[in-house]
């Protein structure tokens, strides 16, 4: 299982190498040779401009869209390509720019189903339900109850979240992603459309989520301060390529940045 | 009470009977609409193909046998004489499920992200396909289907309410089948179990999780495949029961199919993404052809309304609530 292959990598050493990679949608090139490694156990952020292919790359991370070519080195084996089922099998959780919840379920279920993969009973047990399932479901709403604990859900436990205000339904988002205790978390936007008191309380739960549960954390976001503030590196893409890479600090100075944001003087 | 007024009663309940069935069916191709998005016009085939399998488990019927004795001279005709019902149905359960896990391998895998209407025309060739291959399998003569469920007018119920008209009126009693009653037991027995299942087990849960947003079950594990196995399997299920009850009621012929289709107004009415939907839209048009074929019928001295009222009723919703009673509102964003 590569999911112990990962738990066993050290801090700090490589969990996911990114080489080469490039995907083409007919003629649109999103990604044209990109490369990068994340580090586990650090907060790693993929930004650039609109159209980037920061949300592509997610993507590709975990298993919607296939490379066109390159490789994914993930917990040391090289792959041409993921699968959405067993990147989250392997540990990686993600959440989604424009929120993929399943509306008509509650905040309580949106959270169960990242239970999914941990729970063991088999098809005909649940049909009969009796003890050893009840005793499971028990113990995974325990678990769940945590996340909603961590991130001051409990009031809109039994809302169905299609009616929930757009930050709550993020928050929730995260929350199924938690639920799943997973060794690597992909969020892509987790602060749009957020007032500043609600990014705080966000950047706070993702740091949280870092420091405590030890998850490796790669994120795309548009505020520039949130990604200076909270992530360990930085890799920025413009038009489907890699312009720069390195620590906050770093990409503060770096040119080819600050001209892909600012636009070049002529 | 007046006579009028009893058999107004008994018209209703008839009415609502016979639309246990249909919301039964339609049931069906709700499963399965809001876990694959596919409208699936071989559903009522499903019930055919399931009943004609009961029916060959339940006499011992070699399958292809006429194929087989013309091809090779043989004269083969049964493995036993007879099977217990509930072996049979049994059996015929396990066929349903592998006819599912055919359908994921052969069809819906490779279908994946194609637009709705390929898949709705993909399930068009299923139908005809399954309908071919019953045909081939067990015969195409009219059968005899008796799983033992008992059939015909209720004495008790006759007998009961002869005395409620009042004195002097003239009246028998009210008519009502068994098989009706038995019907509506057990169609609420299965919808009540598949309630409770999808609420309060993890499969269950992914169920819904997949009927919901595609991407986002496939982001918390689940397999899409595994579900659809599943969903069809439960569809297939279903008809089954519609299957042997309508086999029970007229024999296993293959017009079976095309009663089905009445889910298509059922569905209209109650909305295609609503599983309650389904179940009132059905008993709506149950009692609603019922009462048009007896009321309207007598007052414009016509007949066979009920053949055509639940399609102009849908026809009616169509113009003024598209989305049906309970269905997802259609908002497009310009």
Known sequence: MSLDKIQSIPYGKEVIKIKNISLAFGGVKALTNVSFDVKKGEVFAIIGPNGAGKSSMLNVINGFYKPTSGQINFAGEDRKEMMPEFAAKSGIARTFQNIALFKGMSTLDNLMTGRLLKQKQNFLMQALYFGPVQKEEAYHRDKVERVIDFLDLQAIRRTPVGSLPYGLQKRVELGRALAMEPEILLLDEPMAGMNVEEKQDMSRFVLTANDEFKTTIVLIEHDMSVVMDISNRIVVLDYGKKIGEGKPSEILKNKAVIDAYLGVAD | ?334
Do not use: C
């Open chain 2, 1 to 334: 009470m007046s006579v009028e007024l009893l058999n107004f009663i008994e018209t209703v309940l008839n009415g609502l009977m016979s639309g246990v069935m249909y919301s039964l069916v339609a049931l069906g191709f709700v499963l399965i609409f809001k876990a694959s998005g596919v409208f699936n016009f071989a559903q009522g085939v499903f019930a055919l193909f399931a009943a004609l399998t009961l029916v060959g488990f339940q006499t011992g019927q070699i399958p292809f046998s006429h194929l087989i004795n013309e091809l090779f001279g043989t004269n083969l005709h049964n493995w036993y004489p007879s099977l217990h019902s509930f072996l049979a149905i049994l059996l015929t359960i396990v066929t349903m499920i592998i006819l599912a896990w055919l359908v994921e391998r052969l069809v819906l895998r490779h279908l994946v992200n194609q637009e709705p209407i390929i898949l709705f025309m993909a399930t068009i060739g299923l139908a005809f396909v399954l309908e071919g291959v019953g045909d081939l399998m067990w015969g195409s003569d009219v059968k005899v289907l008796d799983v033992g469920i008992p059939s015909g007018g209720s004495i008790w119920l006759e007998e009961a309410t002869i005395g409620w008209a009042s004195e002097g009126s003239e009246y028998y009693g009210m008519y009502i089948d068994v098989l009706n009653v038995w019907a509506t037991i057990i169609a609420v027995i299965l919808v009540t179990a598949l309630a409770l299942f999808s609420q309060y087990t993890k499969t269950g849960r992914a169920l819904r999780a997949v009927a919901d947003d595609h991407q986002a079950a496939l982001s918390v594990g689940i397999s899409l495949r595994s579900i659809w196995i599943l969903v069809w399997g439960i569809s297939g299920f279903i008809a089954m029961v519609a299957g042997i009850m309508w086999g029970t009621e007229s024999g296993v012929q293959f017009s079976l199919s095309l009663i089905a289709l009445k889910a298509l107004p059922v569905l209209i009415l109650g909305g295609f993404t609503s599983i309650p939907g389904a179940i009132i839209g059905g008993l709506l048009i149950g009692v609603g052809e019922k009462l048009a074929e007896i009321y309207i019928g007598g007052l414009l001295d016509i007949g066979a309304i009920e053949n055509w009222f639940a399609y102009v009723l849908a026809l009616v919703f169509l113009l003024f609530r598209p989305q049906g009673l309970f269905g997802d509102k259609i908002i497009e964003r310009v």
